[in-house]
């Protein structure tokens, strides 16, 4: 059976939505921008021997319509199938999945993931609108469903309560997130994963505007409570919103030895799952152990965890589910979505490449990325480092 290796991957710059560096930038685009420049890295690979471009996008409308992968392969001039899939913030951790699911049942040899938000551009129209939402699935409905459209704030503020992380636990977590997004910013960690993209105004971005280096406990201890009145999700301790895109090039192991290309890292297994949509943000805890016992792994084994910082309200509880310390040192060690920020779509790539980045670098082996997800999911994957 081929094995599903990943061989070059990359990411644009993360934008502040809104008011950020990538407002100008459409979606399409700058994922098309991004595929190039990764494919730059593959002289080695045949354009038209890629199988299909997955894209992974939270909400695919608008903007980010009209099958937003097959209009990738277009303005890429990438004679390849495109299709789009949505699994919220994990939707580019389901694309790289799918490549590696196809080329394990033999149907295919080269994958493109690619994961694109532009929150900004949601402004221009989304998939989700509030007015088409099912009335049988409103909050304490007769039918007894659970709450789909629960919004995610909310979620944390539940999680917190129930899982009792206190609001000061929260903004250390906050704030360790921008001090090791600054401290990888300063080493230049981030600019072996970032493709550095031209701006309107002829200024080339090559780092993202997150981060925050005039923070501190104090500051973030005087935040007002953002999604409830007496709450303690703070700006200072969720993840913001956000532009990028990012890629992962899937190939088998057979076709990248015909190539010559080295293969970075296997993807070994991964996990999925499912829990009341209120309690999302601990969907890591189940998703993880699924990937680790397909993977014949215990958490022992990892090197590197990336949990995906939506809120410090779910890293902390969810970290501790899987056994590891939240502060520990294994964790999020270059920061997280708090501090780099969370384009949904583009999240489940961008930490992939982080994750890679970060393995290289240490000169470790086993990575671990894993999701909470909009809805009550969670996802898991599990890379181990080949070169
Ligand atoms: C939390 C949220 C509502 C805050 O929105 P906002 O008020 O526009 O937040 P901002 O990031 O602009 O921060 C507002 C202000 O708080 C202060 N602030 C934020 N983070 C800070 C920090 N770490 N330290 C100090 N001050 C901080 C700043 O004064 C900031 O203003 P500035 O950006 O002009 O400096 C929004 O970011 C959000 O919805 N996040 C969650 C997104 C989400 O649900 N994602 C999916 C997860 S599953």
Redesign the pocket.
């Known amino acids: 059976m081929p094995e599903p290796v990943i061989v070059a991957y990359g990411r644009s710059p993360i934008g502040?939505a809104f008011r950020g560096s990538l407002t100008g930038w459409r979606p399409d685009d700058l994922a098309a921008l991004v595929v190039e420049r990764v494919l730059d890295r593959l002289p080695a690979l045949d354009r038209d021997s890629i199988d299909d471009l997955i894209c992974g996008c939270g909400l695919p409308g608008g903007e980010q319509g009209f099958n937003l992968g097959r209009i990738v392969s277009i303005l890429t001039r990438l004679n390849v199938p495109g299709t789009t899939v949505s699994r919220?913030?994990a939707s580019s951790l389901q694309s790289t999945r799918m490549a590696a699911h196809a080329i394990r049942a033999g149907e295919g040899d080269v994958f493109l993931s690619v994961g694109v938000e532009s929150t900004t551009r949601h402004l221009n129209g989304t998939s989700d609108l509030p007015a088409y939402r099912n009335p049988r699935l409103e909050p304490a409905n007769p039918e007894g469903y659970p709450d789909i459209y629960v919004q995610?704030?909310d979620t944390a503020e539940i999680v917190a309560e129930r899982e009792q992380v206190s609001r000061e636990e929260m903004d250390r977590f906050?704030?360790r997130s921008?001090e090791r997004a600054v401290a990888a910013q300063d080493s230049g960690f981030f600019d072996r994963e970032i493709v550095p993209v031209r701006l309107q105004d002829g200024r080339v971005m090559t780092a993202d505007d997150g981060p925050?280096r005039?923070?501190s406990l104090e500051?973030?201890a005087a935040?007002e409570p953002?999604?409830r009145d007496g709450g303690k999700?703070?700006?200072?301790n969720?993840?913001?919103?956000n532009d990028g895109a990012a890629v992962v090039v899937v190939m088998s192991d057979t076709r990248a030895r015909e190539l010559g290309i080295p293969p970075l890292a296997r993807i070994v297994a991964t996990g999925l799952s499912a829990l009341e949509p209120e309690r999302?943000g601990l969907g890591p805890i189940v998703a993880s152990r699924q990937a680790l016992a397909r993977a014949g792994m215990t958490m022992g084994d990892v090197d590197l965890l990336e949990i995906n910082e939506?809120?410090a309200a779910q890293v902390i509880p969810s970290a501790r589910g899987l056994g590891i310390d939240p502060f520990d040192d294994r964790l999020n060690p270059h920061g997280g979505s708090i501090a780099l920020g969370?384009p949904?779509g583009m999240t489940g790539a961008r930490i992939l490449c982080t994750l890679l980045n970060g393995l290289e670098t240490g000169g470790e082996q086993v990575g671990l990325e894993t999701m909470?997800v909009?809805g009550g999911m969670g996802m898991a994957m599990i890379l181990e480092r080949l070169t």
């Open positions: 502040r919220y913030c995610m704030g906050g704030l921008q925050r005039d923070t500051k973030l935040l953002a999604f999700v703070t700006a200072g969720s993840c913001p919103l999302m939506a809120f969370h949904f909470c909009a």
